[in-house]
Nanobody, 126 residues
Framework: QVQPVESGGGSLQAGGSLRLSCAIS????????VAWFRQSPGKKREGVAC????????HYADSVKGRFTISRDNAKNTLYLQMDDLKPEDTAMYYC???????????????????WGQGTQVTVSS
């Protein structure tokens, strides 16, 4: 059973930085897309960033471009999200998703990711 497990969330003030990690356990074929999503109370789940199955392209939501960086360490089966210049509107539960078989993840479609973590909370105060 493939199981992503997120860590690194927390509470901080606007302008600060945080790095989320996602350890992916269980066997999964090499060459799969991974992503971060987030959801705030009362809002739809939003795609934040992804790396396609070939690992050659990354994509970001417009709201985080230039502030967030997604990366993966294949040797450790770990996904990261470096978040800089955090804003109160970044407050959300952040979820790691894995297993997309598609060559592109640019549409950040949650339905294309079969494996999900339980989430880690990020709270940014003004």
């Amino acid at each position: 059973q493939v199981q992503p497990v997120e860590s690194g969330g927390g509470s901080l003030q606007a302008g600060g930085s945080l790095r989320l990690s996602c350890a992916i356990s269980g066997y999964i074929d090499s060459g799969y897309g991974v992503a971060w999503f987030r959801q705030s109370p009362g809002k739809k789940r939003e795609g934040v960033a992804c790396i396609d199955r070939r690992g050659s392209s990354t994509h970001y939501a417009d709201s985080v471009k230039g502030r967030f960086t997604i990366s993966r360490d294949n040797a450790k089966n770990t996904l990261y999200l470096q978040m800089d210049d955090l804003k109160p509107e970044d407050t959300a539960m952040y979820y790691c998703a894995a297993g997309s078989p598609y060559n592109s993840c640019s549409n950040l479609n949650a339905l294309t990711f079969p494996f999900w973590g339980q989430g880690t909370q990020v709270t940014v105060s003004s």
